[in-house]
Antibody, heavy 117, light 110 residues
Framework: QVQLVESGGGVVQPGRSLRLSCAASKFTFSNFAMHWVRQAPGKGPEWLAV????????YYADSVKGRFTISRDNSKNTLYLQMSSLRVNDTALYYC??????????WGQGTLVTVSS | QSALTQPASVSGSPGQPITISCTGT?????????VSWYQQHPGKAPKVIIYEVSYRPSGVSNRFSGSKSGNTASLTISGLQAEDEAHYYCTSYTSASTWVFGGGTQLTVL
């Protein structure tokens, strides 16, 4: 059973930074592209970023480009999201997801980020 | 990166079929067969129910089916059941190598 466990969320002031992690297990992490998706309270999911299996290709949603950085460490089976210049409207539940054929096949349980002064 | 357009809500009686539409552009839905659909119950992570427009993952009921015509994809649920009451979201791969979600549809089983 594929497992994805996000961590690193919390309460942070506007303008500050935070790094999220996603620990993957029960599959060969280095073979799959991985994504970050967030969901603000009461809203639908919003795709944020993707990283290729080898980490060489990364793409971002316009809403986070230049502020968020996706990365991975295949030796540690871990995906990261470095978030900077956080805004109040970045408040959301942040999910990592495994991609197969352009589809988010597996999701973690999410980690909650609250941006508030 | 505009969100795909879905109806905010649909409803139906048990046993009836319903269809949820998902409209994009030629740069996303119309340009690729990479539309997928997700079911989300309250407090849970989304779960994929359709991928590549019309394929069902193992374990998903065959009451769920997907199709696409031009820039609009559709999810059909035949024989509605109470447990189908949930939010449904479509998503598509785009020409910018990004993904875009629909705004979501709340399905109510009457």
């Amino acid at each position: 059973q594929v497992q994805l466990v996000e961590s690193g969320g919390g309460v942070v002031q506007p303008g500050r930074s935070l790094r999220l992690s996603c620990a993957a297990s029960k599959f060969t992490f280095s073979n799959f592209a991985m994504h970050w998706v967030r969901q603000a309270p009461g809203k639908g999911p919003e795709w944020l970023a993707v990283i290729s299996s080898d980490g060489n290709n990364k793409y971002y949603a316009d809403s986070v480009k230049g502020r968020f950085t996706i990365s991975r460490d295949n030796s540690k089976n871990t995906l990261y999201l470095q978030m900077s210049s956080l805004r109040v409207n970045d408040t959301a539940l942040y999910y990592c997801a495994r991609e197969i054929v352009k589809c988010f096949v597996n999701w973690g349980q999410g980690t909650l980020v609250t941006v508030s002064s | 990166q505009s969100a795909l357009t879905q109806p905010a809500s649909v409803s139906g009686s048990p046993g009836q079929p319903i269809t949820i539409s998902c409209t994009g552009t030629s740069s996303d839905v119309g340009g690729y067969n990479y539309v997928s659909w997700y079911q989300q119950h309250p407090g849970k992570a989304p779960k994929v129910i359709i991928y590549e427009v019309s394929y069902r993952p193992s374990g998903v009921s065959n009451r769920f089916s997907g199709s696409k015509s031009g820039n609009t994809a559709s999810l059909t649920i035949s024989g509605l059941q109470a447990e189908d009451e949930a939010h449904y979201y479509c998503t598509s791969y785009t020409s910018a190598s990004t993904w875009v979600f629909g705004g979501g549809t709340q399905l109510t089983v009457l």
